[in-house]
Protein backbone atom coordinates (compact mmCIF):
# COMPACT_ATOMS: atom_id res chain seq x y z
CA UNK A 1 0.00 0.00 0.00
CA UNK A 2 1.62 3.64 -1.06
CA UNK A 3 1.98 5.96 1.95
CA UNK A 4 0.57 9.45 0.98
CA UNK A 5 1.39 12.73 3.27
CA UNK A 6 -1.48 14.62 3.73
CA UNK A 7 -2.58 15.99 0.93
CA UNK A 8 -4.94 18.28 2.10
CA UNK A 9 -7.92 19.94 -0.11
CA UNK A 10 -8.23 18.83 -3.73
CA UNK A 11 -10.97 20.41 -6.08
CA UNK A 12 -14.05 20.69 -7.12
CA UNK A 13 -17.32 20.02 -8.23
CA UNK A 14 -20.61 17.74 -8.30
CA UNK A 15 -23.33 17.95 -10.85
CA UNK A 16 -24.38 15.11 -13.33
CA UNK A 17 -22.95 14.54 -16.53
CA UNK A 18 -25.86 15.40 -18.52
CA UNK A 19 -25.64 16.91 -21.94
CA UNK A 20 -22.01 16.49 -21.62
CA UNK A 21 -20.43 12.83 -22.07
CA UNK A 22 -18.13 11.74 -24.93
CA UNK A 23 -20.12 12.63 -27.47
CA UNK A 24 -19.99 16.39 -26.92
CA UNK A 25 -23.95 16.88 -26.76
CA UNK A 26 -24.43 20.59 -26.42
CA UNK A 27 -27.20 21.88 -23.88
CA UNK A 28 -28.32 25.38 -23.54
CA UNK A 29 -29.63 26.33 -20.11
CA UNK A 30 -32.84 25.77 -21.17
CA UNK A 31 -36.47 25.24 -19.21
CA UNK A 32 -35.31 21.43 -19.70
CA UNK A 33 -32.76 22.01 -17.44
CA UNK A 34 -29.94 21.58 -19.86
CA UNK A 35 -26.05 22.63 -19.25
CA UNK A 36 -24.56 25.11 -21.57
CA UNK A 37 -21.64 22.90 -23.26
CA UNK A 38 -21.45 25.39 -26.44
CA UNK A 39 -18.06 26.24 -25.30
CA UNK A 40 -15.42 25.78 -22.36
CA UNK A 41 -12.98 28.85 -21.32
CA UNK A 42 -10.11 27.21 -19.87
CA UNK A 43 -7.53 28.86 -17.46
CA UNK A 44 -4.05 27.32 -17.08
CA UNK A 45 -0.31 28.41 -16.98
CA UNK A 46 0.59 26.08 -19.54
CA UNK A 47 1.47 29.03 -21.86
CA UNK A 48 5.47 27.79 -23.28
CA UNK A 49 7.42 24.71 -23.70
CA UNK A 50 6.61 21.45 -23.18
CA UNK A 51 3.37 22.46 -21.35
CA UNK A 52 1.76 24.74 -24.24
CA UNK A 53 2.21 21.77 -26.77
CA UNK A 54 1.23 19.13 -24.16
CA UNK A 55 -2.07 21.73 -23.80
CA UNK A 56 -2.48 21.41 -27.58
CA UNK A 57 -2.25 17.95 -27.58
CA UNK A 58 -5.12 17.55 -25.34
CA UNK A 59 -6.74 20.03 -27.22
CA UNK A 60 -6.88 17.32 -30.42
CA UNK A 61 -8.55 14.87 -28.04
CA UNK A 62 -10.92 16.77 -26.71
CA UNK A 63 -11.86 18.12 -30.10
CA UNK A 64 -12.52 14.72 -31.03
CA UNK A 65 -13.91 13.60 -27.92
CA UNK A 66 -16.41 16.75 -27.94
CA UNK A 67 -16.54 17.88 -31.48
CA UNK A 68 -19.58 20.70 -30.68
CA UNK A 69 -18.03 22.03 -28.10
CA UNK A 70 -15.29 25.26 -28.78
CA UNK A 71 -12.08 24.95 -27.04
CA UNK A 72 -11.31 28.12 -25.80
CA UNK A 73 -7.76 28.80 -24.64
CA UNK A 74 -7.48 31.13 -21.89
CA UNK A 75 -3.94 30.21 -20.28
CA UNK A 76 -1.68 33.25 -18.32
CA UNK A 77 2.24 32.99 -19.15
CA UNK A 78 4.28 33.84 -15.70
CA UNK A 79 6.36 32.32 -13.00
CA UNK A 80 4.72 28.63 -12.72
CA UNK A 81 1.29 29.66 -12.83
CA UNK A 82 1.68 32.83 -10.25
CA UNK A 83 0.03 35.40 -12.40
CA UNK A 84 -2.50 33.03 -13.46
CA UNK A 85 -2.72 32.58 -9.59
CA UNK A 86 -3.27 36.05 -9.22
CA UNK A 87 -5.50 36.58 -11.83
CA UNK A 88 -7.81 33.90 -11.05
CA UNK A 89 -8.23 34.95 -7.64
CA UNK A 90 -9.67 38.15 -8.46
CA UNK A 91 -12.07 37.03 -10.84
CA UNK A 92 -13.06 34.56 -8.34
CA UNK A 93 -13.95 36.51 -5.63
CA UNK A 94 -15.91 38.69 -8.74
CA UNK A 95 -17.91 36.09 -8.69
CA UNK A 96 -16.80 35.83 -12.59
CA UNK A 97 -15.21 32.16 -12.35
CA UNK A 98 -13.58 30.92 -15.75
CA UNK A 99 -15.65 27.86 -16.49
CA UNK A 100 -12.59 25.83 -15.34
CA UNK A 101 -9.06 26.18 -14.26
CA UNK A 102 -5.78 24.27 -12.97
CA UNK A 103 -4.60 23.83 -9.63
CA UNK A 104 -2.28 21.80 -8.05
CA UNK A 105 -4.10 18.87 -6.51
CA UNK A 106 -3.86 18.75 -2.78
CA UNK A 107 -3.84 21.57 -0.25
CA UNK A 108 -3.68 24.48 -2.67
CA UNK A 109 -7.25 24.40 -3.56
CA UNK A 110 -8.27 24.38 0.52
CA UNK A 111 -9.06 27.84 0.85
CA UNK A 112 -11.08 28.02 -2.77
CA UNK A 113 -13.20 24.75 -0.88
CA UNK A 114 -13.94 26.95 1.95
CA UNK A 115 -14.51 29.90 0.06
CA UNK A 116 -17.07 28.10 -1.71
CA UNK A 117 -15.99 28.72 -5.14
CA UNK A 118 -16.42 24.96 -5.92
CA UNK A 119 -18.39 22.48 -7.30
CA UNK A 120 -18.43 19.17 -5.57
CA UNK A 121 -18.09 16.82 -8.78
CA UNK A 122 -18.23 13.19 -6.93
CA UNK A 123 -20.82 12.04 -9.78
CA UNK A 124 -18.28 12.59 -12.41
CA UNK A 125 -15.91 10.01 -10.70
CA UNK A 126 -19.35 7.28 -10.79
CA UNK A 127 -20.00 8.90 -14.64
CA UNK A 128 -16.01 8.41 -15.95
CA UNK A 129 -15.66 5.56 -13.89
CA UNK A 130 -12.58 6.99 -12.42
CA UNK A 131 -12.82 4.98 -9.18
CA UNK A 132 -11.78 2.07 -11.26
CA UNK A 133 -9.19 3.99 -12.84
CA UNK A 134 -7.26 6.21 -10.24
CA UNK A 135 -5.75 4.84 -7.74
CA UNK A 136 -7.70 4.29 -4.25
CA UNK A 137 -5.32 6.03 -1.81
CA UNK A 138 -4.86 9.09 -5.06
CA UNK A 139 -8.93 8.94 -4.75
CA UNK A 140 -8.58 9.39 -0.49
CA UNK A 141 -6.42 12.30 -1.16
CA UNK A 142 -8.35 13.89 -3.40
CA UNK A 143 -11.51 13.86 -1.09
CA UNK A 144 -12.48 16.34 1.43
CA UNK A 145 -15.05 15.23 3.76
CA UNK A 146 -16.51 13.02 1.54
CA UNK A 147 -16.82 15.27 -1.94
CA UNK A 148 -14.13 15.62 -4.60
CA UNK A 149 -13.38 19.02 -6.12
CA UNK A 150 -11.12 18.45 -8.78
CA UNK A 151 -9.45 15.67 -11.70
CA UNK A 152 -6.02 15.64 -12.11
CA UNK A 153 -4.64 14.76 -15.13
CA UNK A 154 -1.37 14.14 -14.40
CA UNK A 155 1.25 13.01 -11.99
CA UNK A 156 4.44 14.57 -11.78
CA UNK A 157 7.64 13.76 -9.74
CA UNK A 158 9.82 16.70 -7.97
CA UNK A 159 12.39 15.16 -5.97
CA UNK A 160 14.51 14.54 -9.48
CA UNK A 161 18.06 15.99 -9.42
CA UNK A 162 18.92 16.45 -13.46
CA UNK A 163 22.58 16.03 -13.91
CA UNK A 164 25.47 16.86 -16.55
CA UNK A 165 27.31 14.78 -17.68
CA UNK A 166 30.02 16.88 -19.15
CA UNK A 167 30.18 18.75 -15.25
CA UNK A 168 30.52 15.42 -13.41
CA UNK A 169 33.22 14.34 -16.04
CA UNK A 170 35.66 17.54 -15.40
CA UNK A 171 35.74 16.56 -11.89
CA UNK A 172 35.79 12.39 -12.66
CA UNK A 173 32.50 11.58 -10.58
CA UNK A 174 29.73 9.14 -11.73
CA UNK A 175 26.81 11.11 -13.29
CA UNK A 176 24.94 7.82 -13.44
CA UNK A 177 25.00 7.43 -9.47
CA UNK A 178 23.63 9.21 -6.79
CA UNK A 179 25.84 10.29 -3.54
CA UNK A 180 24.16 8.48 -0.78
CA UNK A 181 22.96 11.63 1.45
CA UNK A 182 23.03 15.75 1.56
CA UNK A 183 26.62 15.30 3.17
CA UNK A 184 28.26 13.39 0.12
CA UNK A 185 26.47 15.32 -2.40
CA UNK A 186 28.29 18.88 -0.81
CA UNK A 187 31.36 17.08 -1.41
CA UNK A 188 31.00 16.80 -4.62
CA UNK A 189 29.83 20.12 -5.33
CA UNK A 190 32.88 21.17 -3.91
CA UNK A 191 35.33 18.63 -6.28
CA UNK A 192 33.41 20.58 -9.21
CA UNK A 193 34.55 23.70 -7.88
CA UNK A 194 37.95 22.67 -7.17
CA UNK A 195 38.05 21.60 -11.14
CA UNK A 196 36.57 24.98 -12.55
CA UNK A 197 32.80 24.39 -12.32
CA UNK A 198 32.33 27.25 -10.40
CA UNK A 199 28.14 27.39 -9.45
CA UNK A 200 27.63 23.67 -9.44
CA UNK A 201 24.39 23.78 -8.61
CA UNK A 202 21.32 25.59 -10.46
CA UNK A 203 18.78 27.02 -8.70
CA UNK A 204 16.06 29.67 -9.84
CA UNK A 205 12.97 31.66 -9.10
CA UNK A 206 11.64 30.93 -5.33
CA UNK A 207 9.13 28.20 -5.96
CA UNK A 208 12.56 26.34 -6.89
CA UNK A 209 14.01 27.18 -4.20
CA UNK A 210 11.36 25.40 -1.90
CA UNK A 211 11.16 22.78 -4.13
CA UNK A 212 15.08 22.19 -3.67
CA UNK A 213 14.55 22.73 0.15
CA UNK A 214 11.88 20.43 0.63
CA UNK A 215 13.60 17.85 -0.99
CA UNK A 216 16.24 18.52 1.46
CA UNK A 217 13.60 17.92 4.79
CA UNK A 218 12.98 14.60 2.80
CA UNK A 219 16.00 13.47 2.87
CA UNK A 220 17.15 14.32 6.10
CA UNK A 221 13.74 13.68 7.81
CA UNK A 222 12.56 10.66 6.15
CA UNK A 223 9.37 10.38 5.11
CA UNK A 224 7.18 8.98 8.05
CA UNK A 225 8.63 12.58 9.86
CA UNK A 226 8.09 14.69 6.67
CA UNK A 227 4.81 13.73 6.39
CA UNK A 228 4.04 14.17 10.26
CA UNK A 229 5.27 17.47 9.29
CA UNK A 230 3.10 18.45 6.57
CA UNK A 231 0.26 16.90 8.57
CA UNK A 232 0.66 19.61 11.91
CA UNK A 233 1.82 17.02 13.96
CA UNK A 234 5.62 17.22 13.91
CA UNK A 235 7.90 20.82 14.91
CA UNK A 236 9.00 23.46 12.85
CA UNK A 237 11.52 24.22 15.29
CA UNK A 238 12.79 20.44 15.88
CA UNK A 239 16.56 19.65 15.57
CA UNK A 240 15.91 17.63 12.19
CA UNK A 241 14.06 20.66 10.45
CA UNK A 242 16.97 22.58 11.62
CA UNK A 243 19.54 19.85 10.22
CA UNK A 244 17.54 20.03 7.13
CA UNK A 245 17.96 24.15 6.88
CA UNK A 246 21.52 23.77 7.46
CA UNK A 247 22.07 21.60 5.16
CA UNK A 248 19.92 23.48 2.50
CA UNK A 249 21.93 26.95 3.49
CA UNK A 250 25.25 24.78 2.43
CA UNK A 251 23.65 23.93 -0.57
CA UNK A 252 22.62 27.60 -1.74
CA UNK A 253 26.52 28.61 -1.39
CA UNK A 254 27.43 26.78 -4.66
CA UNK A 255 24.31 28.07 -6.80
CA UNK A 256 24.88 31.49 -9.08
CA UNK A 257 22.94 34.36 -7.12
CA UNK A 258 22.44 36.05 -10.26
CA UNK A 259 19.78 33.45 -11.23
CA UNK A 260 17.70 32.95 -8.03
CA UNK A 261 14.57 35.09 -10.05
CA UNK A 262 14.65 32.94 -13.44
CA UNK A 263 12.08 30.58 -14.02
CA UNK A 264 13.44 27.03 -14.11
CA UNK A 265 14.55 26.65 -18.26
CA UNK A 266 16.42 29.59 -18.07
CA UNK A 267 18.31 28.76 -15.07
CA UNK A 268 19.36 24.74 -15.68
CA UNK A 269 20.27 25.74 -19.02
CA UNK A 270 24.07 25.08 -18.41
CA UNK A 271 22.69 21.32 -17.81
CA UNK A 272 20.15 21.44 -20.36
CA UNK A 273 22.70 22.61 -23.10
CA UNK A 274 25.33 19.99 -21.26
CA UNK A 275 28.23 22.62 -21.29
CA UNK A 276 29.55 21.84 -18.37
CA UNK A 277 28.86 25.28 -16.48
CA UNK A 278 26.24 23.11 -14.50
CA UNK A 279 25.94 20.42 -12.74
CA UNK A 280 22.90 19.65 -10.92
CA UNK A 281 19.41 20.77 -10.34
CA UNK A 282 16.43 19.77 -8.10
CA UNK A 283 13.96 20.11 -10.58
CA UNK A 284 9.91 18.02 -11.46
CA UNK A 285 10.27 15.83 -14.59
CA UNK A 286 8.58 18.59 -17.09
CA UNK A 287 12.31 18.89 -17.96
CA UNK A 288 12.59 16.24 -20.30
CA UNK A 289 11.05 18.00 -23.13
CA UNK A 290 13.89 20.83 -22.70
CA UNK A 291 16.64 17.83 -22.73
CA UNK A 292 14.66 16.52 -26.25
CA UNK A 293 14.57 19.47 -28.01
CA UNK A 294 18.04 20.32 -26.84
CA UNK A 295 18.86 17.30 -28.58
CA UNK A 296 20.37 15.47 -25.26
CA UNK A 297 19.65 11.99 -24.73
CA UNK A 298 19.31 10.23 -21.28
CA UNK A 299 22.02 8.01 -20.01
CA UNK A 300 24.45 9.89 -22.13
CA UNK A 301 24.87 13.70 -21.98
CA UNK A 302 22.72 13.86 -18.84
CA UNK A 303 21.85 11.80 -15.87
CA UNK A 304 18.72 11.50 -13.21
CA UNK A 305 18.25 10.37 -9.79
CA UNK A 306 16.42 11.17 -6.76
CA UNK A 307 17.67 13.65 -4.04
CA UNK A 308 20.70 12.27 -2.68
CA UNK A 309 18.84 10.37 0.56
CA UNK A 310 15.42 10.43 -1.18
CA UNK A 311 16.01 6.89 -2.80
CA UNK A 312 12.59 5.08 -2.06
CA UNK A 313 10.66 8.08 -1.78
CA UNK A 314 7.99 9.79 -4.55
CA UNK A 315 7.67 13.77 -4.11
CA UNK A 316 4.08 13.79 -5.69
CA UNK A 317 2.54 16.55 -6.99
CA UNK A 318 -0.71 16.65 -9.63
CA UNK A 319 -2.04 19.26 -11.87
CA UNK A 320 -6.19 19.20 -11.94
CA UNK A 321 -8.89 20.94 -13.18
CA UNK A 322 -12.28 21.84 -11.05
CA UNK A 323 -15.53 23.30 -11.91
CA UNK A 324 -16.54 26.76 -10.14
CA UNK A 325 -19.83 27.68 -9.26
CA UNK A 326 -21.39 29.90 -11.43
CA UNK A 327 -19.36 28.65 -14.59
CA UNK A 328 -21.07 29.72 -17.67
CA UNK A 329 -20.30 26.70 -19.54
CA UNK A 330 -20.82 23.70 -17.23
CA UNK A 331 -21.48 21.63 -19.76
CA UNK A 332 -18.58 22.94 -21.63
CA UNK A 333 -16.36 22.27 -18.85
CA UNK A 334 -17.29 18.67 -17.96
CA UNK A 335 -16.58 17.99 -21.33
CA UNK A 336 -13.19 18.93 -20.75
CA UNK A 337 -13.20 16.67 -17.34
CA UNK A 338 -14.01 13.81 -19.15
CA UNK A 339 -11.46 14.75 -21.53
CA UNK A 340 -8.67 15.39 -19.82
CA UNK A 341 -9.69 12.11 -17.01
CA UNK A 342 -9.57 9.42 -20.36
CA UNK A 343 -7.33 7.66 -21.44
CA UNK A 344 -6.68 8.85 -24.41
CA UNK A 345 -6.18 12.51 -23.02
CA UNK A 346 -3.78 11.44 -20.43
CA UNK A 347 -1.66 9.62 -22.58
CA UNK A 348 -1.17 12.32 -25.17
CA UNK A 349 -0.69 14.76 -22.94
CA UNK A 350 1.99 13.17 -20.48
CA UNK A 351 3.78 12.04 -23.95
CA UNK A 352 3.92 15.56 -24.39
CA UNK A 353 4.39 16.79 -21.23
CA UNK A 354 6.99 14.32 -19.28
CA UNK A 355 5.01 13.36 -16.49
CA UNK A 356 3.11 9.81 -15.76
CA UNK A 357 -1.34 9.29 -15.93
CA UNK A 358 -2.85 9.40 -13.12
CA UNK A 359 -5.11 6.52 -14.56
CA UNK A 360 -3.16 3.14 -12.96
CA UNK A 361 -5.24 0.80 -15.60
CA UNK A 362 -2.89 1.32 -18.48
CA UNK A 363 -1.72 -1.84 -20.72
CA UNK A 364 1.55 -2.94 -21.47
CA UNK A 365 1.10 -1.62 -24.89
CA UNK A 366 0.39 1.50 -23.94
CA UNK A 367 2.79 2.38 -21.10
CA UNK A 368 5.53 1.07 -24.11
CA UNK A 369 4.47 4.99 -25.57
CA UNK A 370 6.55 6.68 -22.40
CA UNK A 371 9.84 7.05 -22.56
CA UNK A 372 12.47 5.19 -20.10
CA UNK A 373 12.46 7.77 -18.05
CA UNK A 374 8.53 7.84 -17.28
CA UNK A 375 8.29 4.46 -17.17
CA UNK A 376 10.80 4.13 -14.44
CA UNK A 377 8.42 6.91 -12.37
CA UNK A 378 5.29 4.87 -13.09
CA UNK A 379 6.96 1.84 -11.27
CA UNK A 380 8.22 4.17 -8.65
CA UNK A 381 4.72 5.63 -7.92
CA UNK A 382 3.13 2.36 -7.56
CA UNK A 383 6.08 0.93 -5.17
CA UNK A 384 7.63 4.47 -3.41
CA UNK A 385 7.00 5.72 -0.18
CA UNK A 386 4.52 9.00 -1.40
CA UNK A 387 4.62 12.39 0.38
CA UNK A 388 3.48 15.52 -1.43
CA UNK A 389 5.36 18.69 -2.86
CA UNK A 390 5.26 21.97 -0.60
CA UNK A 391 6.40 23.83 -3.32
CA UNK A 392 3.35 22.28 -5.99
CA UNK A 393 0.43 22.67 -3.61
CA UNK A 394 0.07 19.40 -2.84
CA UNK A 395 1.52 19.72 1.28
CA UNK A 396 0.08 23.28 2.59
CA UNK A 397 -2.64 25.88 1.79
CA UNK A 398 -1.07 28.14 -0.74
CA UNK A 399 -1.20 31.28 1.91
CA UNK A 400 1.19 29.00 4.05
CA UNK A 401 3.58 28.46 0.73
CA UNK A 402 3.46 31.51 -0.35
CA UNK A 403 4.65 32.76 3.04
CA UNK A 404 7.38 30.25 2.99
CA UNK A 405 8.28 31.70 -0.44
CA UNK A 406 8.36 35.32 1.09
CA UNK A 407 10.73 33.97 3.60
CA UNK A 408 13.24 32.77 0.98
CA UNK A 409 13.14 35.89 -0.42
CA UNK A 410 14.43 37.60 2.09
CA UNK A 411 16.97 35.05 3.33
CA UNK A 412 18.60 35.56 -0.28
CA UNK A 413 18.51 39.31 0.22
CA UNK A 414 20.43 38.57 3.10
CA UNK A 415 17.63 40.02 5.97
CA UNK A 416 17.15 36.60 7.42
CA UNK A 417 19.64 34.15 8.74
CA UNK A 418 19.27 29.98 8.56
CA UNK A 419 17.70 30.46 12.30
CA UNK A 420 15.59 33.20 11.07
CA UNK A 421 14.22 30.88 7.69
CA UNK A 422 13.33 28.09 9.79
CA UNK A 423 11.40 30.18 12.20
CA UNK A 424 9.43 32.18 9.38
CA UNK A 425 8.65 28.70 8.20
CA UNK A 426 7.51 27.73 11.46
CA UNK A 427 5.23 30.60 11.80
CA UNK A 428 4.17 30.30 8.18
CA UNK A 429 3.02 26.43 8.72
CA UNK A 430 1.53 27.52 12.11
CA UNK A 431 -1.19 29.42 10.06
CA UNK A 432 -2.61 26.51 8.31
Known sequence: MRRFVAVAGVAALSLALSACGSSGEKASGDAKGKEDASQVDIVSWWSAGSEKEGLAALQKVFEKQHPDTKFANKAVSGGAGSQAKQKLQADLAAHNPPDTYQAHAGAELSADIAAGYLEDISSLYDQFKLRDAFPKDLIDRLTVD??????????????????????????????????????????????????????????????????????????????????????????????????????????????????????????????????????????????????????????????????????????????????????????????????????????????????????????DEEKGKFSQYQQTAMKDFQENAIVSSIAHGAALPMSVTEDMKKALGKYNSKSLDVAGLQKAFADAASKK
Open 146 to 363: GKIYSIPSNIHRANVVWVSAAALQKAHIDPSKAPANIDAWLADMKKLQDAGVKYPLAVGADWTQLELLETVLIADMGADIYNQLMDGKGDWNGADVKKAFEHYSKLMEFANPALLNEDWEPAMKGIINNDGTQAYTVMGDWTPPAFDQAGKTLGKDYFAWPTPGTEGVFDFLADSFTLPKGAKHPGGTKAWLDTISSKEGQIAFNTVKGSIPARADLS
